[in-house]
């Protein structure tokens, strides 16, 4: 696609999604004023003339706005989703029709196509990355290492992340530095305990369209978005439970007034689980086989690792609307 004076390279779902985007770009920028003053400083000084960054991140409206004051500052951008399940195919459409950016996002691409869009953000050989997950500098360091004396740094913006990256660093394998925006206090407060506690009930609730209420919430984890999500869920009337394996942050939940329990005894009283750890397998099959049946998973962490998916799919007798929902045959 020819746009403005650039032949641009992307993938997106429709661009004709664009004039969609852009407004709800503009919406979203009136709750993040401080990019105003950053695009104006940027604009005059550029600090980014010249530097060439490869975002993987979620798609949404408040990352679009982020890229544009990277544009803003003279950067070379380009940029995939960090997940595929949260790619909004309007912001992605506005990015590349009126920013001009090389945007590799489509909602729900398959783990090839997410793949490609990595190796396609990586093609423009970043000298910075931003990484939502880590999987970005993950393939930098192996398929496409030829690339890593280009790279000057990055930035990761997960618990995930940031767990995958100090393993990699106390291996002596990570090649760069990387600032863990996670660490930082606004992100604990803001995005992970406010912004996750409400975008995940949100989803639950716009995925089920159940009645909160009076139901039994199983939360998986007591760390900052899980502190979100349990405060947000007894908001709405559920009588909370909390799961956690860390001695402190379960006495926290205890003293937040929670019930606090093994997932194993969770299992048979909750209604609705939702997990937001980090770790893998939170609720297993074991745990599935105690549930009641109607029960909903929900997962929060940054993949859904958190959930045995695998086996779960395995043992489920009907798939509706993709990977939406499965019932399981009762033994």
């Known amino acids: 696609m020819t746009t403005g004076t650039k032949e641009l390279n992307y993938d997106i779902a ?67 989703a960090s997940n595929p399940l949260s790619t909004q195919d309007d912001i992605a459409a506005a990015l590349v029709a009126y920013y001009e950016m090389p945007v590799f996002a489509i909602k729900g691409e398959s783990v090839e196509q997410y793949n490609s869009h990595l190796n396609a953000v990586l093609d423009i050989k970043p000298n910075i990355t931003m990484d939502d997950g880590m999987d970005l500098v993950a393939m930098l360091h192996t398929k496409r290492s030829s690339l890593l004396p280009e790279v000057i ?3 990761e913006e997960t618990t995930t992340g940031v767990i995958r990256l100090r393993a990699m660093a106390a291996d002596g394998k990570l090649k760069f530095p990387v600032i863990a925006v996670n660490d930082a206090q606004t992100k604990h407060f803001f995005d992970n305990r406010y912004g996750t506690g409400q975008s995940t009930i949100d989803g639950i609730i716009r995925a089920t369209n159940v009645l909160m209420a009076g139901k039994n919430f199983v939360v998986g984890g007591y760390g900052w978005c899980s502190k979100g999500i349990a405060m947000r869920a007894r908001g709405m009337g559920s009588n909370v439970i909390v799961t956690e394996i860390d ?40 745990h599935v086989a105690r549930m009641r049946d109607g ?3 929900a997962n929060s962490g940054h993949f859904d690792v958190e959930i045995n998916m695998k086996e779960l799919n395995e043992q489920a007798v009907k798939v509706h609307a993709g990977r939406w929902a499965a019932h399981l045959r009762r033994r």
């Open 153 to 155: 740094g990055g930035t």
């Open 295 to 297: 029960a909903i998973l």
């Open 14 to 80: 429709d661009i004709n999604l664009a004039e969609r985007g852009r407004f709800r770009m503009q919406w979203a920028a009136k709750e993040m004023p401080v990019l105003d003053l950053l695009e104006e400083r940027f604009k005059k000084e550029q600090p980014f003339k010249g530097v060439r960054i490869g975002g993987a991140m979620h798609v949404t409206a408040e990352t679009a706005n982020l890229m544009r004051i990277l544009l803003a500052g003279g950067a070379e951008a380009a940029l995939c």
């Open 247 to 286: 001695p402190l942050r379960a006495l926290e939940a205890v003293m937040d007034g929670f019930r606090v329990m093994p997932m194993a005894d969770a299992a048979a009283e909750g209604h609705i689980f939702c997990s937001a750890t980090g770790d893998i397998h939170v609720i297993d099959m074991h």
